[in-house]
């Protein structure tokens, strides 16, 4: 659950090296999967009581994408099974998402008890913009728009054709929205909030883009996807940087989204170019989250021209 106080936590940081030594499940991957040519990406995990519910994306032909609802055990985190009543949600008949319905990141708001999520939205063309929906079923089942607009849209120059890829982190009464600018540019790492009171009364950050890479060669040509987790005095943000070819998974932490310190061990997760996997080619979309007493790592990866999602486990909560 991302729902979450720094008052209610231990004091104590999360050592980098917790955030360094995930290892994908081989024997499982691809854990959601669609037949190439399709997509099965853009997903994000929230796990209530025992169990772990995924709400993900199927890319079709001609970049189509519709949104997706899965579910597996906590204990068993690959036995995923889909949702009957899939696709949960389609493009709209008109407006910003009339084409593409991707990238969704749900969240329960403590204000009502509703399950909220934030979604790419896009015409058949530029710009990606982000969208809010709400849950009508309670159970991830059915969902709708909370307003036809976006919520974050392409506005500025430095995401002129994407404020998309959303996540998000509640701390007290504050949406906390990092998502991927876009321009003609490298792409880059932007922040913005909500109150709980009106999750769709959105403010940027002015000081965007408060990322755009650490400088080192492995993600000197641009950050994005950019995935939250709140900690013990950090926020820490687990991203997609490109070095020219490969995207990789690296990890900085924050308290104020303006200062960075990076894990010395960046990147923490990179594809094995010389297997035959289904994530060899690369990696985005590295949501870390706890399960049954362990860090894990939802993301995609990509064999030639497809994306997929597996899971990769990590360290155990406590030391």
Known sequence: MVNVTFDTMPKEPIPFDKFAVFEPLDDVNPILACQP????????????????????ARRKLNNYWMLMHSTAPTKRPWQVEHDPRNPVLLPADFGFDDFTVEYPFPFLNPIDNKLYAYYLGRQKRP???????????????????????????????????GASHPSVAVVNDTIHIIYTGESANAPNICRATAPTTN??????????????????????????EAEILVGPSYFHIFYGGLDGKVWRIGHVRTKDFLNFEFNPQNPILSPDRHSAT??????LTPQVFHMDGYYYMLYAGKKGNEWQTGLAKGATIAD
């Open 37 to 56: 040519p399709e997509w099965g990406a853009a997903a994000h995990a929230m796990v209530i009581d025992d169990t772990v519910h995924y709400l993900w």
């Open 127 to 161: 710009p990606k913009q982000t969208g809010l929906i709400v849950c009508k079923s309670g159970d991830f089942g059915q969902w709708q728009r909370v307003v036809q607009s976006p919520v974050i849209a392409a506005t500025a120059e430095y995401e002129r054709q």
């Open 199 to 224: 999750p769709a009364n959105v403010s940027k950050d002015p000081a965007n883009p408060i990322f755009i890479g650490s400088g080192q060669a492995w993600d000197s040509c641009g950050v994005r």
């Open 278 to 283: 289904w994530d060899r080619d690369g990696l």
